[in-house]
């Protein structure tokens, strides 16, 4: 689409991982998860502009500094719940940028409105077949091994998903 992309990965382990699936993601556009210095990151990349859109699953501090990573009039789409759920106040000065903070509640979006459940599992299938959207590996426990896949899990060392069969 065009979009000049950053993320942030936890262990260099992941940020190989996405060089490897996503070689169009440029070296010094991999920041840090685990602190917040990807702010400086982003920031000297885009000339103290910041970024117009921010994907956030990032919780407490590091939410606050995702935040001031947008440009103005940036977008801001909250798909992690820990601040929401815990009531997190936001700085109030920060929309002095005219920026917009949404809360995407996916869990809802399916139960409410069965026609974007269908709409969103149609645009998977379409990015999967046509190579827009790259399946993410899985590590598979089975149900009676729930306590070694959420230690595993808590280590932040694994890359997609952790899943119980």
Do not use: W
Not at 96 to 119: A, E, Q, T, Y
Not at 125 to 136: E, F, R, S, V, Y
Not at 147 to 161: L, T, V, W
């Amino acid at each position: 689409m065009g979009c000049e992309i950053f993320t942030t990965v936890g262990t260099s382990d992941k940020r190989d991982f996405i060089k490897k699936i996503f070689p169009t993601i440029l070296d010094d556009h991999i920041g840090n998860s685990r602190d917040t210095s990807f702010e400086q990151m982003i920031m000297q990349q885009t000339k103290g502009r910041g970024v117009d859109i921010v994907l956030n699953s990032l919780a407490e501090e590091k939410l606050f500094t995702s935040i001031r990573c947008l440009a103005q009039n940036g977008r801001f789409l909250e798909i992690g719940k820990f601040d929401l759920v815990f009531n997190n106040s936001l700085n109030m000065s920060e929309f002095n940028k005219g920026i917009s903070f949404h809360g995407v509640m996916m869990d809802s979006m399916f139960i409410n409105n069965p026609k974007c459940k269908s709409l969103l599992f149609k645009m998977v299938a379409d990015g999967l077949k046509n190579g827009t959207i790259k399946p993410i590996q899985a590590n598979i426990f089975p149900k009676t091994d729930i306590e070694e896949a959420f230690r595993f899990m808590a280590s932040g060392k694994h890359i997609g998903k952790v899943c119980l069969y």
